[in-house]
């Protein structure tokens, strides 16, 4: 579970790649994906092949192989594409997960708990279809 958000390469990369597969009227393979989005082949086979085991995309090997997408993107949300990568967004008051604080209250407040909620709401209002124009 993700206990302070952050957006790490390999959520960006997914964030992305979906963008680009939704957008594409042919598949992309991850050649295509990485030159486009700036990142390492590697990274984002990593990516794809979680995506896919996922059922967010598909994918075909081979010459003429890529992903295409599986959902629709109407009803895909940004916080199910993050989630599969980075798990749960979990919204906590401590972001360290403890019951106390050895200072007595919360250096932070409630922001680390305010933001993780900003962010989820964001992420789940916010849908692969409105950055495919």
């Known amino acids: 579970m993700s206990k ?3 957006l790490s390469e390999a959520a960006s990369i997914a ?23 700036d990142s390492s082949k590697h990274h984002v086979a990593k990516v794809m092949q979680r995506l896919a085991k996922e059922e967010f ?4 090997r081979g010459p003429s192989g ?13 916080l199910e594409i993050y989630e599969a990568i980075e ?8 972001p360290g997960d403890k019951r106390t604080c050895i200072i007595g209250s919360c250096m932070l407040g409630d922001l680390s708990k305010n933001m993780t909620k ?11 279809s409105e950055y495919m124009k």
């Open 4 to 6: 302070i958000v952050t």
């Open 57 to 60: 995309v598909s994918s075909n």
């Open 118 to 128: 900003e962010f989820k709401t964001y992420m789940e209002n916010h849908f692969l």
């Open 87 to 94: 798990g749960k967004v979990a919204i906590q008051a401590c």
């Open 66 to 78: 890529g992903f295409v997408i599986k959902r629709d993107p109407e009803a895909l949300s940004l």
């Open 15 to 37: 964030l992305h790649a979906m963008v680009l597969i939704a957008k594409s009227d042919k598949k992309l393979n991850v050649g295509q994906i990485s030159d486009a989005i």
